[in-house]
């Protein structure tokens, strides 16, 4: 196959020689021109990349092209690989619009809300199948850039969501396949927007940790740690927009009773499955974050300000991603159904003010923002109809 990897980073450096070692021409494609001619040179003369995974398997190989051409990226791509923090997936994808052929499959990982309906308004004419999966399947980093990654970890199975639904069972067979791990097929892509455990997990923690933040700087040592050290009143803040969550779903499940939401778990739920051999006390959803294993030690994004001092990281992913792309889609599906969404809303107000954004204004989503989001509204959905259960 010709499978075009879009992105140059951690899970781009791990697709790469993954799926070319196993004989497909892959291109890579990068918008960031440096990163095109950074990757060009590391590879020159012949070079390879190596992904290492952490129980000794190592793939090696080099892609066929490496491009900052939308057009020679897309233009005999049979897959195209979306390797990529969800921001960029709109301007990626514009990008590769003119040239992409109608039956290729785009595949998001991970796909975040609302992609589907992203796609289709990017490209109303395409046929090939859309898949979102539900998390990039591996812990990854760079060692060596363009040349050596260290794969720490692999996700037992991954969720993945297909348009059209039909297509799901076979297309995520063959993906599976592709990737060489075990993939569940959901039964649709609104499933996977609902599901979406870290728009609540990340945008709400940050609230939690840092919504009383007085300006001061921390220590390197002081830096809360970001999933452990939850307090209660954040616990009972995740629950609430946990609650929201399924509120909407049962109003949408009231007003088409034939669509499968049935996988849309709450938040304690989805932790204990996720982790189920890492939670020591598994009895509430604090208790469920606070001795899971999988998570001890890792802290909250911060930046360096000065030296031994760091300040929250609103900026980052965990905000800038999560909520444009996470939060806020859910907040727009609650709108199409009439839902209430307190919790919901208070976290996005929070979070909108700490990036400079806006999404929510006086409670409606009429934000100067909400372009930036993919909210359902955004693509002129309107109702519970079969254009927005399957891809608008
Ligand atoms: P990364 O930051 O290493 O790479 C991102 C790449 O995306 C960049 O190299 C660049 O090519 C491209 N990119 C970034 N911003 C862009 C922009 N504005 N326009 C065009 N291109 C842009 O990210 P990653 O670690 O490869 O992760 C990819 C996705 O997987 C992210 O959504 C991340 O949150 C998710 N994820 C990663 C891991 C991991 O272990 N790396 C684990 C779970 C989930």
Same mark, same amino acid.
């Given at each position: 196959?010709?499978i075009t990897?879009?992105g140059?980073g951690?899970?781009?450096?791990t697709?790469i020689?993954l799926l070319?070692?196993?004989?497909?021409a892959v291109?890579v494609?990068?918008?960031l021109a440096?990163?095109?001619v950074?990757?060009?040179?590391?590879?020159?003369?012949?070079?390879?990349m190596?992904?290492?995974?952490?129980?000794?398997?190592?793939?090696?190989?080099r892609?066929?092209?490496?491009t900052?051409d939308a057009?020679?990226?897309?233009s005999?791509?049979?897959m195209?690989?979306?390797?990529?923090p969800?921001?960029?997936?709109?301007a990626i994808?514009?990008?590769?619009?003119?040239?992409?052929p109608?039956?290729?499959?785009?595949v998001?990982l991970?796909a975040?809300?609302?992609?589907d309906?992203?796609?289709?308004?990017?490209?109303?004419?395409?046929?090939?199948v859309?898949?979102?999966?539900q998390?990039?399947?591996?812990?990854c980093?760079?060692?060596?850039w363009g040349?050596?990654?260290?794969?720490l970890?692999?996700?037992?199975?991954v969720?993945?969501a297909?348009?059209?639904?039909?297509a799901?069972?076979?297309a995520? @067979?063959? /993906?599976s +396949?592709?990737l060489? &791990?075990?993939?569940?097929?959901?039964p649709?892509f609104l499933? $996977?927007?609902? !599901?979406?455990?870290?728009?609540?997990?990340?945008?709400?923690?940050?609230?939690?940790?840092?919504r009383?933040?007085d300006g001061?700087?921390?220590?390197?040592?002081?830096?809360?740690l970001?999933?452990?050290?939850?307090?209660e009143e954040?616990?009972d803040?995740?629950?609430?927009?946990?609650?929201?969550?399924?509120a909407?779903?049962?109003?949408?499940?009231?007003a088409r009773?034939?669509?499968?939401?049935?996988?849309?778990?709450?938040?304690?739920?989805w932790?204990?499955?996720?982790y189920?051999?890492d939670i020591?006390?598994?009895s509430t959803?604090?208790?469920?974050f606070?001795?899971n294993?999988?998570y001890?030690?890792?802290?909250?994004?911060?930046?360096?300000v000065?030296?031994?001092?760091y300040?929250p990281?609103?900026?980052s @992913?965990? /905000?800038? +991603?999560?909520?444009? &792309?996470?939060l806020?889609?859910?907040r727009?599906?609650?709108? $199409?159904?009439? !839902?209430?969404?307190?919790?919901?809303?208070?976290?996005?107000?929070?979070a909108?003010?700490?990036?400079?954004?806006?999404?929510?204004?006086d409670?409606k989503l009429?934000?100067?923002?909400?372009?930036e989001?993919r909210?359902?509204?955004r693509?002129?959905?309107?109702?519970?109809?079969?254009?927005?259960?399957?891809?608008?």
């Amino acid at each position: 196959m010709n499978i075009t990897i879009c992105g140059a980073g951690n899970a781009a450096h791990t697709l790469i020689p993954l799926l070319a070692s196993k004989g497909h021409a892959v291109t890579v494609y990068t918008a960031l021109a440096d990163e095109a001619v950074a990757l060009r040179e590391a590879l020159s003369g012949g070079g390879e990349m190596t992904a290492r995974f952490a129980d000794g398997r190592v793939f090696k190989a080099r892609p066929v092209r490496v491009t900052e051409d939308a057009r020679d990226a897309a233009s005999e791509a049979d897959m195209v690989l979306l390797a990529l923090p969800a921001f960029a997936h709109e301007a990626i994808l514009r990008e590769l619009a003119p040239h992409l052929p109608t039956n290729a499959w785009i595949v998001a990982l991970p796909a975040r809300g609302g992609f589907d309906w992203l796609v289709r308004a990017i490209l109303p004419e395409h046929e090939g199948v859309v898949l979102g999966l539900q998390t990039l399947p591996w812990a990854c980093r760079i060692q060596d850039w363009g040349r050596t990654v260290a794969v720490l970890g692999e996700k037992a199975v991954v969720d993945v969501a297909a348009r059209p639904s039909e297509a799901g069972a076979e297309a995520a @067979r063959s /993906l599976s +396949e592709l990737l060489g &791990l075990p993939l569940q097929p959901l039964p649709n892509f609104l499933t $996977l927007t609902l !599901a979406n455990t870290g728009q609540l997990i990340h945008p709400g923690i940050m609230y939690g940790l840092f919504r009383a933040w007085d300006g001061r700087p921390f220590g390197e040592d002081e830096v809360p740690l970001f999933y452990t050290d939850i307090d209660e009143e954040t616990a009972d803040i995740l629950q609430a927009m946990s609650n929201e969550v399924q509120a909407v779903r049962a109003a949408i499940e009231r007003a088409r009773p034939e669509l499968d939401l049935s996988r849309v778990a709450t938040l304690h739920d989805w932790l204990l499955r996720a982790y189920a051999d890492d939670i020591e006390d598994p009895s509430t959803l604090l208790s469920s974050f606070r001795t899971n294993r999988a998570y001890a030690g890792i802290r909250a994004p911060v930046e360096l300000v000065e030296e031994n001092a760091y300040a929250p990281w609103f900026a980052s @992913r965990y /905000l800038a +991603e999560d909520a444009p &792309l996470g939060l806020v889609v859910t907040r727009g599906l609650a709108d $199409l159904v009439g !839902a209430r969404t307190p919790a919901i809303d208070m976290v996005i107000l929070w979070a909108q003010e700490k990036l400079g954004k806006e999404y929510v204004r006086d409670g409606k989503l009429e934000g100067r923002d909400i372009r930036e989001t993919r909210a359902p509204q955004r693509f002129g959905i309107h109702g519970i109809d079969d254009e927005m259960i399957d891809g608008g």
